[in-house]
C-alpha cells in the first residue's frame, strides 16, 4: 500500500463565514468515511503560514515564513490506499467537501530514492 499526501494551498478553500460550518461538517464526515474504510493515518488544518517559525541549515530560527514562499499547504490528509486511483477517488471527496482543488502527491519510499 501506498502513502499519499492530498492538500490545498492558503487562499484555495473560498468560502463565506456562513458557509464555513457546512464545509467542516462535509470535511469531518469524509474524514470518517476514510477512518471507516481503514485509509486514514492523519490530517487537518494549519495555521495561516504568517504564523510559521523557519529554522535554518546553521539553526537560526526566524519567526515568520520564508521570504518569496508562495503556496503555503492550509489543510492536508495523510492516506494508505493500494493505488493512485483510489487516491485520486479520495481527492474527489475531500475536494467536493471543502470546494477547493486538491493536490494528489505520492510519499516515496526508500525504493523511490
Not at 463565506?16 to 493515518?41: F, N, Q, T, Y
Request: hydrophobic share 40%; charged share 25%; proline share 4%.
Amino acid at each position: 500500500m501506498t502513502k499519499y499526501l492530498i492538500s490545498f494551498t492558503e487562499g484555495a478553500m473560498d468560502v463565506s463565514e456562513e458557509e464555513l460550518p457546512e464545509v467542516v461538517r462535509a470535511a469531518h464526515a469524509v474524514v470518517a468515511e476514510a477512518k471507516d474504510a481503514g485509509v486514514w493515518i492523519l490530517g487537518g488544518g494549519l495555521r495561516h503560514h504568517d504564523e510559521t517559525t523557519i529554522v535554518t541549515p546553521e539553526r537560526k530560527i526566524i519567526d515568520g515564513p520564508e521570504p518569496g514562499v508562495n503556496g503555503a499547504i492550509a489543510g492536508f490528509a495523510l492516506i494508505q490506499v493500494p493505488t493512485y486511483e483510489e487516491a485520486l477517488e479520495w481527492a474527489a471527496e475531500f475536494a467536493a467537501a471543502c470546494r477547493c482543488d486538491q493536490e494528489v502527491r505520492e510519499f516515496l519510499t526508500e525504493s523511490h530514492r
